[in-house]
């Protein structure tokens, strides 16, 4: 029997929030207002160095990309390689492009005459938009192809199993900036579906860790109705 679990469609919801709400600051920031465009070029600062912070959203998207490329492409990797090759090679080109971006933001925060600071503004706006793109792009392709193929090839409890792990692997504020995303980005079925999993699965302290982020990031009429469909 095909599996119905999917480790991909609901974390990419979160990421496509995201990319719209970072697209929409980044198209009107006034770049020649140093203070104003401060902390959306924080958000595009990416340091490759660092552990990925929970409030660069650029950080976050390529966070993603890496928990698909340790915990999920290798149980993958023998039973279609080619696919894999073309999804690792998507992750390449949005490291490449991630890489470009932060450049132009660095470049951005050094400069000064404002009629400059707003050209560049207009260009890293482009470049954001190429990358927005990408990722939107390339999202869309995971999920007609590793998504069946890992229906098909898995059960149900071996995916929840390869869920687990992922959260498992991950600090607790970086979970915390995926779930504040995902969250609102949710049906309220399948809200409704991973809080009753989370309360079904997982101890109290980490039910009580995500009902915080909820209540926190969901609209409240929404969330009311969660809490009464699920029970917590
Ligand atoms: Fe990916």
Redesign the pocket.
Known sequence: MTATGDL?TPAHKGLRSMIYDLGGRLQRTDFSDTVASTAVLADLEHEFANAVTSSCLLCLLHG??GH??TNVFPSMQSIDPAMIRM?ID??QE?TRRLVLLTKMAHEINALEAPDQRVAAGARINREANEFFAFYLG??NK?EVTIVPAMKEHFTDEQLGAMQGKIIASMPRDRLAGYLRWMLPSLTLAELSGLMAGVKRGMPPEALQFVVGIGAANVDSARWATVRERVGF
């Open positions: 991909f993603h990309a698909e490329e999804l998507d992750h949005i390339h999202m995971e």
